[in-house]
């Protein structure tokens, strides 16, 4: 139980494009998802939380005109890296916690992979 | 502000042998704390976790030791094999929170 997923796994991509990646609960309803970065060899770092049906909180630093987050579901989060440049290349992951249990326990994707060429 | 911190950034253990990892919590009104595995190229994986009213907790292989006087947090793996390398987090929550603060990880490395 508790599996998420995230699609792609990896993007490669020219500079200016956007990207979609996709977090799925495949086995539970999440009505909060997170959205981390993850820069090598160091901690994740929390971009953004979000409540399905409403808007996505955004961490002190972080773009949300960049990084546009759509929860339009309880088992589906996107995040859209808009108009992207090589300086966002890292690994994007997801996390959601189960909407049955209380706590924070958060259960993860297997992370994106974005290149920005 | 919170601060979720590892005594050791990097740990190598012969297989076999146990290891232990640390991670120093600065909060005090944190109360619930989870460890967690991050193979290289993919996402963390939820290992064991432990609320502030315990000091202990035993999972498969690992057990998570808590000591609030000090803000300590350990893991500690039992018998180490060489799939238990990796890079370990820790991470706090604060009561009332909704999501959780990582520590700078320790990468643990089993020599076989």
């Known amino acids: 139980g508790a599996v998420v997923s995230q699609h792609p796994s990896w993007v490669i991509c020219k500079s200016g494009t956007s990207v979609k990646i996709e977090c799925r609960s495949l086995d539970f309803q999440a009505t909060t998802m997170f959205w981390y970065r993850q820069f090598p060899k160091q901690s994740l770092m929390l971009m953004a939380t979000?409540?399905?049906?409403?808007?996505?909180?955004?961490e002190q630093g972080v773009e949300k005109d960049k990084f546009l987050i759509n929860h339009a579901s309880l088992t589906l989060s996107t995040l859209t890296v808009t108009s992207a440049h090589p300086e966002d290349s890292s690994f994007y992951i997801c996390?959601?916690?189960?909407?049955?249990?209380?706590?924070?326990?958060?259960?993860f994707g297997p992370g994106t992979r974005l290149l920005v060429l | 502000g919170e601060s979720v911190g590892l005594h050791l950034p990097t740990l190598s253990v012969q297989e076999g042998d146990n290891s232990i990892i640390n991670c120093a919590y600065s909060?005090?009104?944190?109360?619930?704390f989870i460890w967690y595995k991050q193979e290289s190229g993919k996402g963390p994986q939820f290992i064991i976790d432990i609320r502030s009213n315990m000091d202990k907790r035993q999972g498969q292989r690992v057990t998570v030791l808590l000591n609030k006087t000090v803000k300590h947090l350990s893991l500690q793996i039992a018998a180490t094999q060489p799939g238990d390398s990796a890079v370990y987090f820790c991470?706090?929550?604060?009561?009332?929170?909704?999501?959780?603060?990582f520590g700078s990880g320790t990468r643990l490395t089993v020599i076989p």
């Open positions: 991470a706090e929550s604060l009561t009332g929170a909704n999501y959780l603060f």
């Open positions: 996390s959601a916690r189960d909407r049955r249990l209380a706590g924070a326990t958060q259960y």
């Open positions: 979000s409540n399905e049906g409403s808007k996505a909180t955004y």
């Open positions: 909060n005090s009104a944190s109360d619930y």
